[in-house]
């Protein structure tokens, strides 16, 4: 959930403590003037002394929170005050929609008072259905008017406890109406709580009990004709009930009468109340095609999947699990019908999938293909439509490809992050988040970091808010900060901010030719955090597994010492350039093979030439090779080095490979545009 912008909660906060919070002399700072690219940027060295004032910084209050949210976060199970009362606390943390779903979880295990739970749902609405008939009790126990609305709402919502069903039910059901017997009934099916739904169908007297007794038969795995329910005619079109029919199709092996029902049924006649369950039932059926090459199946099924939204439903604004599932079902389904050769089709499957999607990486991927895909099917003004919508990023792998699909230099966006005013800046410190951050920033703790600094771009929504985390990256000298809250900079196309998402560090000595790559890897594998270490123990600001490091120190006559991994950013680089220089080698100056092989080992990267063909002969387009390879992880990661090496060249070309105006087929070692 995209909670309130950075500036507007931290107005709030302090409207509701009455009080104005004292900023750090250092986050009073440098912010006096708008702030330009030329203006903001920092040496290296200014990053440093930051970063040490903070670690000499005494701990502050908000030490016992963080540790707390921690704990919160790990443990199995506690009360629901253990998690209400710290989302009160401290609100805006990281994962606090995680938190809550524990807290409403808790409730079904302990008695709650109702004042309390009243207390609390004013504040934070009830994430479950659950949870809100148990609002709506709670409110009639305490005597609140609005308890008939909440149940009223939670009756229409779907599953609730048994309990609370018939309580509801006794207490507010002669005001419930046959359509809201029927939208229950309809919630209900979807969500699979076939207890409730069979005693919910004997609320339901009116036209809809037909569709929704087929329904209920086909949930529980039967075929309505063949216990004698009569189907209403029209009933294909109804969402419900595609869904329900075509599923209970599919997992009783009848997959081909279940592909074909939704390939030829009529437009539907409705939304479907539960779209992320229908998308998913699409994407399992297209799968289904996919793996017996019907792709013409496949792409009919992906049109049906569109059906299931109106003009104005934005995907990528809703849940990341209705956004995974559009990236499962549109990317294969536009990928088959591409290599088939059906160009539109393709077209079509690419753009819905990049439409979907609210990530920078993701967007500029769906355009981009969809763009390659309308420029084979001879549909200009498509893909010139899609190369733009991809453009608009160009700090992005897909991005940059699009600019020169579309025969331009890559330039770096200018802009001006605002100079916030000292009663902003007093808001946005009054911010627990924020204060955290701080805290976390002093602290070390990199992988509990990631989640503050991650949430910090998430709820910013404006460009003086970013201009604030500007501010905070530079007090406390984290540079991974600017670099994590700085990929939601780059989804929100704030690019005033680039020179913290994209921050220099002082290289070693004779290393100069490897400065463009020394940065993009940094930024990738730990965000500039010279404290980061992996689950998997790899360390530093390159991330230098220890045995990879230790080898690497003897083929360079160092010496080798697993603390300095983390102590010596200067000898981190050392020994990471000089690796990154060994994979050039081995790989004959390519640099996308040599960051492959810098992730995944050198073996798998011969494994992958050897199965999908050498892109240095020509053999293969290196676009397509990177899109084979089989690690997810990997496959990322060049996309995203790569990326990050043509923009560091373009941002600082004083320092930078003079790689010209299309810097990413100069590290790609092809033609621009093609």
């Not at 539960?274 to 496949?298: C, H, K, N, P, Y």
């Amino acid at each position: 959930m995209r909670r309130t912008g950075l500036l507007k909660a931290g107005l709030a906060t302090t409207a509701a403590l009455g009080c104005v919070f004292a900023l750090p002399a250092a986050a009073q700072e440098g912010d006096a003037q708008a702030q330009t690219f030329g203006q903001i940027e920092w040496n290296p060295s200014d990053w440093d002394k930051a970063r040490m004032r903070s670690l000499a910084a005494r701990p502050g209050p908000m030490t016992y929170a963080v540790t707390r949210w921690n704990q919160l976060i790990e443990q199995r199970s506690g009360s629901f005050e253990e998690y209400a009362g710290f989302i009160s606390q401290y609100p805006g943390f990281p994962r606090q929609d995680y938190l809550q779903g524990k807290a409403e979880a808790a409730m079904a295990d302990t008695y709650v008072d109702p004042a309390r739970m009243v207390a609390f749902f004013d504040k934070y609405p009830p994430i479950s259905n659950t949870a809100r008939a148990q609002y709506a009790l709670a409110l009639r126990a305490v005597g609140r008017p609005e308890a008939a609305t909440v149940a009223h709402e939670a009756w229409r919502g779907g599953t609730m406890s048994p309990t609370a069903e018939a309580t509801i039910l006794s207490m507010f059901g002669n005001r419930f109406t046959e359509a809201d017997h029927v939208a229950r009934m309809d919630e209900l099916l979807w969500q699979a709580d076939l207890a409730a739904a069979q005693r919910q169908i004997s609320q339901v007297r009116g036209s809809s009990r037909a569709l929704l007794m087929a329904r209920l038969s086909a949930a529980q795995g039967q075929d309505p004709a063949t216990i004698g329910l009569t189907v209403p005619a029209n009933a294909n079109s109804d969402p419900g009930y595609l869904y329900n029919r075509a599923r209970q199709l599919r997992t009783s092996g009848q997959n081909m009468a279940a592909r074909g029902l939704i390939a030829n049924a009529p437009a539907l006649s409705s939304l479907p109340s539960d779209q992320r369950a229908f998308v998913t039932e699409m994407r399992m059926q297209a799968s289904d095609a996919l793996a017996i090459g019907d792709v013409g199946t496949a792409v009919r099924i992906g049109k049906r999947a569109l059906q299931a939204f109106g003009p104005k439903d934005d995907v990528s604004q809703m849940s990341s699990g209705i956004r995974d599932e559009f990236e499962k079902l549109f990317y294969p389904v536009g990928e088959a019908a591409l290599k088939r050769g059906d160009a539109a089709s393709a077209a079509a499957m690419f753009e819905a999938y990049g439409a979907s999607q609210r990530t920078a990486p993701a967007r500029t991927k769906g355009f981009y293909f969809a763009g390659l895909a309308a420029d084979k099917a001879n549909l200009q003004s498509v893909a010139k439509r899609n190369y733009e919508a991809a453009a608009a990023y160009p700090d992005q792998f897909y991005g940059q490809l699009a600019h020169e699909k579309l025969g331009r230099a890559l330039e770096v966006p200018t802009g001006v992050l605002p100079a916030p005013s000292m009663a902003a800046r007093q808001a946005f410190n009054a911010q627990p988040l924020v204060q955290a951050a701080r805290e976390v920033g002093r602290m070390g703790d990199w992988r509990t970091a990631v989640y503050f600094f991650r949430e910090l771009g998430q709820q910013a929504d404006s460009p003086e808010d970013w201009a604030l985390i500007a501010g905070l990256a530079r007090e406390t000298g984290r540079r991974d900060l600017g670099v994590i809250a700085g990929r939601e900079a780059s989804t929100a196309q704030i690019y005033a901010f680039a020179p913290y998402a994209f921050p220099r560090i002082d290289v070693p000595t004779g290393t100069d030719r490897n400065w463009s790559m020394i940065h993009a890897i940094s930024r990738q594998e730990s965000q500039f955090a010279t404290d980061a270490v992996s689950h998997a123990g790899a360390r530093g600001l390159m991330q230098l597994m220890p045995g990879t490091a230790q080898e690497q120190a003897g083929k360079m006559y160092m010496s080798y010492s697993r603390d300095s991994l983390i102590g010596d950013p200067q000898y981190n680089m050392r020994l990471g350039s000089g690796y990154f220089a060994r994979m050039m080698d081995v790989f004959g100056g390519s640099y996308p093979l040599a960051v492959a092989a810098y992730n995944a080992g050198p073996g798998n990267v011969g494994k992958w030439l050897r199965a999908n063909g050498d892109p240095r002969t020509g053999a293969v387009d290196w676009v397509d090779w990177i899109e084979a390879i089989p690690f997810t992880e990997t496959r990322r990661y060049v996309a995203r080095v790569l990326e990050n090496a043509a923009y560091y060249d373009a941002l600082y070309p004083d320092a930078g490979n003079k790689s010209g105006d299309y810097p990413l087929s100069y590290y790609l070692g092809k033609r621009p545009g093609q």
